[in-house]
């Protein structure tokens, strides 16, 4: 009995550690990004005095985070199409077997265990070479490159879940090669291609590096790209910089609070192997 | 039957991007790091001049320390922590669920939001920690964390040592998979709840744990945001990282081919970690 009452206290002593460490810093960030400058040194753990969106507001004025925002947003969406049409396309693909099918599976996930950012110099030429620097569709490519191993992983491990009788017999009612693939294993695997499509946009719209190296103005730079400049330009307006902080996070925790389960799944869906 | 060119059409944008972003690149810099490139114009074959600059160049040596440092870090602190909160959870308190979600929270929002986040809580004049030692009396304790040569690279580390979500869901998902009959005898000779987790738990997801690793040493060796934004490298380099002087090496000095260099070494340390791990793995294993 003892025991169970000490180890009680560590649960929830361990809860209740974690639960601080991950949320007060949210917290005070976004209490924060509601006071004034002066209030931020004056009154540094109290809630503001008045509750006032100015920050928010004037961080709209300040930089064009419209912009920014709407370039996440398309090199996310477009980004995130691209690698599931690619890996839904191969992994059907490779449902049939031939000669190299193993090969080429190989081939097609060997990149999963490389640290991608070994390769900026080669993938800013690339990107170059193509006419893409500095466009919002350059900076969804290289994404779409990236994460394609991860994505046709997922995709693959749940379209071979399909059972091969299916195919069979559709095959034998006569239906083409490509209307198997768009009217029958396409609908079955949607639960798969959710679970990457979650984690793609959510990778996506969280990147920098890549973001950085390939765009150099305001019409091509991420949100991502964007929110540094709140700090490193003008004199620091520290709560202004909180709240465009606070907006960059803004979406994907917005998605998180309605879809926390799937994406959970959908962002450790790579250890699933 | 599917025909080979049907096959082929659908394989097509598939094999591009994977030749267009690794096959490509890959050998790109492997080329390259032989070379001298100031990124335009023709490239100078240079042998292994490359390399031997990277040793001697002090900086270089700390960005590969620093990133060992990472990997160590993360594989004997962090990843002890989430397997500690995983095993606290898999009993199933009360509201786990919740908690499960809330400690998940920090992998969604990008490590640019929870570097610039962690930026301002270390700040001087208004962060969080010195306001809290301020209050507590402790003031005397409170510096600018981030410019202060003994505390810049443990400062950086700390938001992914105690955002332990990730590693949690891992461990979680593959204790689910553990059959409650292998419990049961224990119980019956009296085995508390931390002799079980020793005993039974901690073994059956030895595999979770070398894959845990795995994504503790493949962060390592992506790990950008939290330096270039936090310290840029600073104090006196003293929290540089691979990532980081491949990155400056191009954008900032425009030696590319040092900078691929630096790439291929990266590389080279992720597949010594990665025989390492599966090394032990299969030590374990037999």
Redesign the interface.
């Given at each position: 009995m003892r025991s169970a009452f000490r180890s009680g206290i560590f649960t929830w002593l361990v809860i209740g550690i974690f639960l601080v460490v991950t949320l007060v810093p949210f917290a005070w960030l976004t209490i924060s990004s509601l006071k004034t400058n002066q209030e931020l040194f004056s009154n540094p753990f109290g809630l503001p005095a008045t509750w006032s969106l100015a920050n928010y507001t004037s961080a709209f004025a300040a930089h064009p985070l419209t912009i920014y925002l709407r370039n996440s947003a398309v090199a996310s969406v477009t980004s995130t199409l691209l690698a599931l049409a690619a890996a839904s396309l191969a992994s059907y693909a490779l449902l049939h077997k031939f000669r190299l099918s193993r090969g080429v599976y190989v081939f097609l996930i060997f990149g999963l265990l490389l640290p991608v950012n070994a390769f900026i110099a080669p993938i800013f030429y690339i990107i170059h070479f193509l006419g893409l620097y500095n466009t919002v569709w350059g900076v969804a490519l290289v994404y779409a490159g990236i994460s394609f191993p991860l994505s046709f992983l997922v995709i693959k491990t749940y379209m071979d879940t399909v059972p091969v009788e299916l195919l069979e017999v559709s095959r034998l009612d006569g239906a083409s090669y490509h209307r198997i693939f768009f009217n029958i294993v396409l609908p079955i695997c949607v639960p798969g291609i959710v679970t990457a499509a979650i984690f793609l946009m959510i990778t996506a719209w969280n990147e920098l590096l890549f973001a950085s190296i390939l765009t150099q103005d305001q019409n091509a730079q991420t949100v991502q790209v964007g929110v540094r400049f709140f700090l490193t330009t003008y004199s620091a307006n520290y709560p202004q910089s909180f709240a465009a902080t606070v907006m960059s996070l803004v979406p994907t925790v917005l998605a998180y609070v309605f879809l926390s389960d799937r994406i959970i799944a959908g962002m450790t869906a790579g250890s699933l192997k | 039957?599917?025909?080979?060119p049907?096959?082929?059409l659908?394989?097509?944008?598939?094999?591009?991007?994977?030749l267009?972003?690794?096959v490509?690149?890959?050998l790109?810099?492997i080329y390259?790091s032989f070379h001298q490139w100031a990124?335009l114009g023709p490239a100078t074959f240079m042998g292994l001049d490359n390399f031997t600059y990277l040793f001697n160049d002090n900086s270089f040596r700390t960005a590969l320390t620093n990133t060992l440092i990472w990997v160590g870090v993360g594989t004997f602190i962090h990843t002890p922590l989430c397997l500690?909160?995983a095993l606290?959870?898999s009993?199933r308190?009360f509201m786990w669920k919740f908690?499960?979600?809330?400690?998940?929270?920090?992998?969604?929002?990008?490590?640019?939001?929870i570097a610039?986040?962690?930026?301002?809580?270390y700040?001087v004049?208004?962060g969080?920690f010195n306001?809290v030692l301020d209050?507590i009396g402790l003031g005397g304790v409170a510096r600018a964390w981030l410019a202060d040569p003994n505390t810049a690279l443990p400062a950086t580390l700390l938001p992914w040592v105690?955002?332990?979500?990730?590693g949690m869901?891992?461990f979680l998902?593959q204790i689910s998979t553990i059959p409650t009959e292998f419990y049961e005898a224990v119980q019956l000779d009296g085995a508390?709840?931390?002799q079980q987790d020793l005993h039974i738990t901690i073994p059956l997801i030895r595999r979770?744990i070398a894959?845990q690793v795995l994504?503790v040493v493949?962060y390592a060796?992506?790990m950008?945001?939290y330096p270039?934004?936090m310290t840029n490298g600073g104090p006196a380099n003293k929290t540089i990282n691979l990532?980081l002087y491949?990155?400056r090496q191009?954008?900032t000095a425009n030696q590319?081919g040092l900078?691929?260099a630096?790439?291929?070494v990266?590389?080279a340390v992720?597949t010594a970690l990665?025989s390492i791990i599966f090394l032990v793995l299969r030590r374990v294993d037999s």
């Open positions: - | 039957m599917a025909t080979k049907q096959i082929a659908y394989l097509l944008p598939a094999v591009a991007l994977v267009g972003f690794f490509i690149p890959l790109f810099i390259m990124g500690m909160v606290v959870l009993r308190p908690f499960r979600t809330i400690f998940f929270l920090p992998n969604v929002i990008s490590t640019t939001a610039l986040l962690w930026y301002f809580l700040h004049d208004l969080l306001k209050a105690i955002y332990i979500g990730f869901v891992i998902t508390t709840s931390w979770a894959l994504f493949g060796l992506k950008f945001e270039f934004i990532s491949i990155y191009m954008i590319y900078s691929m630096a790439g291929v990266t590389l992720g990665l």
